[in-house]
């Protein structure tokens, strides 16, 4: 099964991406922009079948490895 | 002083490290592989040099800190060994807990490659007693991600307990924004352990060691080391 | 075992061979090569091994008129880069590469492949890289998408040349409305090996291996070297889903693996697998040994599923090498390339048949005779027009509207003056530690090789509008400032590598452009003793019938004896002006 | 209202990223880990509150600037 861990830079971590791009959609003249905020995801096909298990595994990785909790916060959903 | 640099995948600064090193120790540092488990007895001092370990993917530093060698750097590090962390090497530092924050994308969004002048904030330790406090001195950097970021809480604590090494400044010795080219927090360029014993700094003071190539100027940082290993 | 492969249909393969760029002439030869009908992945390999990218039908007559040899020319034009003696017991291994098109429909991909091409093709010689430069051409900046290209193309470079670790030193740009819809990216490496272990490509040794090593195959670049020899159109667009990715890190782990194993005595051949990936590189390997050569396609590391033999062989994915290696010495080598998170696999081995033989899935898919593949390649010697003299100005008729004060602001500000720092602000330039004359800091780059006192300097130069008023005059000067570039350092010339940069050479005016500024080249090149190694050919820049401005690039390498002689060229203070030559 | 624009690398284009966190994942002991793929993901809040537009808008906003139609494909979701 496919999991999908999305990673975004936490409330009060500056976020010069999501801010760029911000100036740039106002530059292209869209209009009705707040704030824009840059984050990551990855997508895992997983050998488990279980999806409290699938969960718990992307989870883990999440906290291990693809999100960095000193600035980031991760989701973990399940296709 | 025994020195050894660990080389990761995807690091490229270890033989200007290497060459920095021996330029004061008078021979060549060892080479570890990120995939031992253990580091050689009687290290002085732990490298991790910079680069882009994993080709910066994910972020940088992320899975070289991950690496099975960082376990036996973390007990170096807990025992009261040296460590130094440059570039990339900062990243894991960060990444692996061993010094607190995180490096960010720069402020400008771009790798920036030029010059930067440090201003040493502590001149008492290992690293740093060959500089005089307030000194500047100038170093490559080269980097796309070395926006130094903490909460205020943590950047507090850390200047508080006099953990910030050096901060991007002036060639006068001002810490002012643009002289804080990557946008980091408070100028902070490098930071200390509580124990002042393991370092990382963005910049590249390997790269300034020969007066035949781009000046001497990164030179005291590694005297500091080797007069403090001096016996060894 | 059958000994045909599954043959296209007559009429649908006159029609494909046509889609692949092949001429009803070149076709038909393929079909007297043969004897038969083409299967598809025979059709393919024709149609790559004889576009003007990698046959040079159109140029190499004209090339022939390079002088390329000297007492310290180790390697001149032929291998995958030139290599010349810089003495004590070092070779300095050189080429400049192209990579246009790529760039104009993917800047920043098509820029970081085309560092990673041409890094290969050093680092396939034995050499470890020690400098990149580059030489860029773009638009005019308020052209459409010229923004997004020229930040594109810079970061690519950037993004590429910095994670692998090789310092970015020098370069040049250009802007001009000739290159709205056709800019131009050249990238240079040059890279240091002992002057006695130079790999080459010619295979060798019936039953030794053929191994492939570095990233997997996939779907990507399918055909790029024909698109690399085809004018733009409108629909150039939907020709998109040949683009390649760079993968930087893989690069990174691929030139250490191969400077690891290259330092035992593994190896027969090697060669980088660029343009029409494993075809050309099969193709050339074995037809440079004058041997035969028989893949089995099920074993090369594959990163999509279900591709067929055609897709594999004409893939342009990157970061791959093939290789020759000794009998029995398979084991040494996967242990280097495993050590280095590498694919490894034996796709094949040397015969004595004279042929390649590709196998997939137990069917025979091609069976072409490797000699008339290459001495009946197509070879031109296209019709050339002679750009027509420009009257000689009369210095005092030209009018002075601005005074020199203005006229020099004018000139500093000018696109094509004004100060680069912001590209080369974006380039690591000091990683190695050996850089001692970085961008700005004088006419030629510096970087000393590490454990030696001795050091090279390395330019790229041309002045496309000299070219386009007179060929043979920009082409002598490209190669004589060059050539001055190096001196005004301290250095002695050695060598140049070029990269030739031009229109549609089926136009007679084109091709004129061409041959003169072969000839101007030649003779500044001979009057020097400065002699071409290596070099690239980039042709069909045209967009909607428009050519870009003939452009020469010159890579031109020098020695120091001793890296404390490099001059920079800030100024001193107190010090007396000299102008030299007549103004 | 919000808008998710998710932008993945194209099937088929290589994703080194994706291919360098797969080889990190499994060097971590993680097992039945199968592809992964990284992509990035832009957080966008919009003055407008038709959902219809404002999907629109953000398409638009993808197709403009947020992916690079060579390479990646997006997605648009509202929350
Ligand atoms: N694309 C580039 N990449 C790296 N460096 C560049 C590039 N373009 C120009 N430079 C550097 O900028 C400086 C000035 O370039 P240029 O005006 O072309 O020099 P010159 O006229 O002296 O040959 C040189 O040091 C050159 O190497």
């Known amino acids: 099964m496919k999991a999908l861990v999305t990673v975004m830079p936490k409330t009060g971590v500056l976020d010069p991406q999501g801010k760029a791009i911000g100036h740039a959609l106002a530059g292209l003249g869209f209009a009705g922009v707040g704030e824009v905020r840059a984050g990551k995801v990855i997508e895992l096909e997983l050998a488990e079948t279980d999806p409290a298990k699938a969960r718990a595994a992307a989870e883990e990785m999440a906290r291990k490895l693809l999100a960095n909790t000193v600035i980031e916060s991760f989701s973990v959903s399940l296709a | 002083m025994k020195a050894a640099i660990i080389l990761f995948p995807g690091i490229n600064r270890e033989r200007d490290m290497a060459l920095a090193l021996a330029r004061v120790t008078g021979r060549k540092p060892q080479m570890l592989w990120h995939r031992d488990t253990a580091l050689p007895a009687g290290l002085d001092l732990v490298v991790l040099p910079g680069g882009f370990s994993y080709g910066d993917y994910l972020r940088c530093g992320a899975m070289a800190a991950q690496s099975p060698i960082m376990q036996a750097v973390k007990a170096h590090a807990a025992r009261g060994g040296h460590v130094l962390g440059v570039c990339n090497g900062f990243q894991m530092l960060t990444e692996a807990g061993l010094l607190p924050g995180a490096l960010l994308r720069n402020a400008s969004l771009r790798f920036l490659s030029m010059d930067c002048q440090m201003k040493v904030e502590r001149a008492d330790t290992a690293f740093t007693n060959r500089f005089q406090r307030g000194q500047v001195f100038r170093a490559t950097m080269a980097h796309g991600d070395g926006n130094y970021f903490a909460d205020d809480a943590t950047l507090d604590r850390l200047e508080g307990e006099g953990l910030v090494a050096l901060r991007y400044a002036t060639p006068q010795g001002e810490v002012t924004a643009a002289a804080n080219r990557n946008g980091s927090a408070r100028s902070i360029a490098g930071v200390l352990s509580p124990n002042l014993r393991v370092l990382g700094l963005m910049p590249h003071p390997e790269n300034q060691v020969d007066p035949l190539i781009d000046g001497t100027d990164g030179l005291p940082l590694f005297e500091s080391l080797a007069e403090n290993f001096a016996a060894a | ?583």
Chains 1, 4 share one sequence.
């Open chain 3, 1 to 583: 075992m059958t000994d045909t492969p599954a043959l296209l249909d007559p009429a649908r393969a006159k029609q494909l061979a046509a889609e692949f760029g092949l001429k009803p002439d070149e076709y038909d030869r393929v079909l007297a090569i043969l004897g038969r009908t083409p299967s598809l992945t025979e059709l393919g390999v024709f149609s790559v091994m004889w576009s003007e990218h990698c046959s040079y039908k159109s140029s190499r007559v004209w090339l022939r008129e390079l002088p390329t040899k000297a007492p310290w020319v180790i390697q001149g034009p032929g291998e995958n880069a030139g290599v010349i003696d810089i003495g004590e017991g070092l070779a300095a291994i050189f080429k400049m590469e192209s990579h246009n098109h790529p760039s104009f429909i993917e800047p920043y991909q098509g820029a970081a492949t085309g560092v990673g091409g041409i890094l290969r093709d050093v680092f396939t010689m034995g050499a470890r890289p020690i400098a990149n430069l580059n030489a860029l051409r773009f638009g005019t900046p308020d052209a459409p998408r010229m923004k997004r290209v020229i930040d594109g193309v810079v970061r690519g470079i950037g993004g590429y040349g910095n994670c692998v670790g090789v310092p970015t030193v020098g370069g040049e740009v250009n802007f001009h409305p000739a290159y709205n819809g056709n800019p131009l990216v050249n990238a240079m490496t040059v890279g240091i090996a002992p002057a006695d272990r130079i790999f080459l490509s010619a295979a060798a040794g019936v039953g030794n291996p053929v191994v492939y090593v570095g990233s997997k195959t996939g779907r990507d670049g399918i055909h790029g070297a024909t698109m690399a020899s085809a004018e733009f159109s409108a629909d150039s667009e939907e020709k998109r889903p040949t683009v390649q990715i760079g993968d930087p890190f893989a690069e990174k782990l691929l030139i250490e693996a191969c400077l690891e194993l290259m330092a035992t005595d593994a190896i027969v051949a090697i060669q980088d697998m660029g343009a029409a990936g494993l075809t050309s590189s099969s193709v050339e390997m074995a037809g440079k040994g004058g041997v035969g050569i028989e893949l089995v396609l099920d074993d090369v590391p594959q990163r999509e599923t279900g591709m067929s033999a055609y897709e594999m062989m004409l893939s342009e994915s990157q970061e791959r090498m093939l290789m020759v290696l000794k009998p029995g010495r398979e084991a040494v080598a996967e242990a280097i390339f495993t050590k280095w998170e590498l694919d490894f696999a034996v796709i094949g081995h040397i015969t004595d048949t004279g042929r390649i033989t590709i196998r997939h899935k137990g069917a025979l898919e091609a069976d072409i005779p490797l000699a008339p593949l290459e001495s009946e390649a197509p070879l031109y010697r296209r019709p050339t027009a002679e750009t027509p003299k420009l009257p000689v100005l009369d210095a005092a008729s030209v009018a002075d509207p601005l005074g020199p004060e203005a006229a020099l602001l004018k000139l500093v500000g000018s696109l094509d003056l004004c100060s680069r720092r912001w590209i080369w602000d974006q380039y690591d330039s000091m990683v190695g530690g050996q850089t001692a004359k970085r961008p700005g800091a004088a006419d030629a780059a510096v970087v000393r090789i590490e454990d030696h006192s001795r050091a090279l300097a390395m330019t790229t130069d041309c002045t496309p509008r000299y070219c386009l008023a007179d060929p043979e005059a920009g082409g002598a000067q490209a190669v004589a400032e060059a050539w001055r570039n190096l001196t005004a350092v301290g250095a002695k010339p050695l060598a140049i590598t070029d990269n030739m940069n031009f229109g549609n050479p089926e136009k007679p005016e084109i091709m004129g452009q061409f041959a003169s500024a072969v000839r101007g080249m030649a003779a500044a090149c001979t009057a020097l003793d400065f002699p071409v190694v290596s070099g690239n050919v980039s042709l069909y820049n045209e967009t909607e019938g428009r050519a870009i401005l003939p452009t020469p690039a010159i890579g031109g390498v020098g020695v120091l004896e001793d890296v404390a002689q490099a001059v920079g060229l800030a100024l001193a203070p107190g010090l007396d002006l000299v102008l030299i030559g007549e103004t």
